[in-house]
């Protein structure tokens, strides 16, 4: 099946804190996971990304963890900051470039 | 500046008058799709492009129509709009199959 299931639908954290986000999919022909990071009145910009070879990838405060088994993968936020309070996509594609976004994940990150 | 550029931004149109959405980038990146982002959906993938003259569809494809006549260019044809087609649509470009898409700004449209 081709969706890709992301939660929480929105999340609130507090200033300094660690904001996660958990994505799902079922097809194992996808081998391109990245996360977008959308503000208003914007398009959604590339923050971070990993292949299934790799179990996490760090990208300053940003860590995508990804478990090949549970075919789940994660965002963390380390240290959130009011500028993070965004919407986030996760998303998957394969070797055809078709790719599946998730629903998004509406952060607020309290000051 | 390395950028994806659509037109128009917004757009108000009526039931079945024929119109194209624009888009361009300046990577030459071979990669190029169409999305539609509506609120609880998410972005959904109307068409993409790996190469030019080569298109496939994506998951929602019904009524949309694509060409990549040159590389930079993958404009978006709404042959007969209609008010279900009423939505912020995204045009995006990757030099690598499905890495980093750099997305544009976004079209608001809107069919009455």
């Known amino acids: 099946q081709q969706q890709v299931k992301q939660s929480p639908q929105s999340l609130i954290v507090q200033k300094g804190g660690i904001s996660i986000i958990n994505c799902a999919y079922e097809n194992t022909a996808f081998d391109y996971f990245p996360w977008y990071q959308q503000f208003p009145g914007k398009g959604p910009a590339l923050l971070i990304a990993i292949r299934p070879d790799v179990s996490e990838k760090k990208e300053g405060r940003f860590t995508i963890s990804f478990n090949k088994s549970a075919k789940q993968f994660s965002l963390h936020i380390m240290d959130s900051q009011p500028g993070d309070s965004a919407t986030y996509f996760c998303a998957a594609s394969d070797r055809d470039d078709k790719i599946i976004f998730g629903k998004g994940t509406r952060l607020h990150i309290l000051p | ?112």
């Open chain 2, 1 to 112: 500046e390395a950028q994806v550029t659509q037109n128009p931004r917004y757009l108000i149109t009526v039931t079945g008058k024929k119109l194209t959405v624009t888009c361009s980038q300046n990577m030459n990146h071979e990669y190029m799709s169409w999305y539609r982002q509506d609120p609880g959906l998410g972005l959904r993938q109307i068409y993409y492009s790996m190469n030019v003259e080569v298109t496939d569809k994506g998951d929602v494809p019904e009524g949309y129509k694509v060409s990549r006549k040159e590389k930079r260019n993958f404009p978006l044809i709404l042959e007969s709009p209609s008010p279900n087609q009423t939505s912020l649509y995204f045009c995006a470009s990757s030099l690598i199959r499905g890495e980093g898409y750099t997305f544009g700004s976004g079209t608001r449209l809107t069919v009455v």
